[in-house]
């Protein structure tokens, strides 16, 4: 069983930036596609960004491109979102995830995809 924690949510001005990690239990999970979905209550979840296990291959939603950074430190077992001129819209629960698939070469968006959830970092951005 892996476990995802994320941290660095907050409150932040629109226009401002704020950097979540994501930390994993397990070494293992080197191997696995990681992404970033967001979800504000009572609306379906959504995809963010997604990092292949290597780092090589990103994939980004359309909404957030230029904007936000996905990376990761495979050393430290992390992943990284970098949130840049952060919008009201922004404002979600957002959650970690890890893939399925070993060493899949394939950044997915779909949520299906991802086996693993953390429990969330709420982002809310001010008008």
């Known amino acids: 069983q892996v476990h995802l924690e994320e941290s660095g949510g907050g409150l932040v001005q629109a226009g401002g930036s704020l950097r979540l990690s994501c930390a994993a239990s397990?070494?293992?999970?080197?191997?696995?596609?990681k992404a970033w979905f967001r979800q504000v209550p009572g609306n379906e979840r959504e995809f963010v960004a997604a990092?292949?296990?290597?780092?090589?291959?990103?994939r980004y939603a359309d909404s957030v491109k230029g904007r936000f950074t996905i990376s990761r430190d495979n050393a430290k077992n992390t992943v990284d979102l970098q949130l840049n001129s952060l919008r009201p819209e922004d404002t979600a629960i957002y959650y970690c995830?890890?893939?399925?698939?070993?060493?899949?070469?394939?950044?997915?968006?779909?949520?299906?995809?991802?086996?693993?959830w953390g429990q969330g970092t709420r982002v809310t951005v001010s008008s």
């Open positions: 995830a890890q893939s399925t698939f070993y060493r899949r070469d394939h950044a997915s968006p779909f949520a299906t995809d991802y086996q693993y």
């Open positions: 397990e070494r293992t999970s080197s191997n696995y596609a």
């Open positions: 990092i292949i296990y290597s780092g090589t291959n990103t």
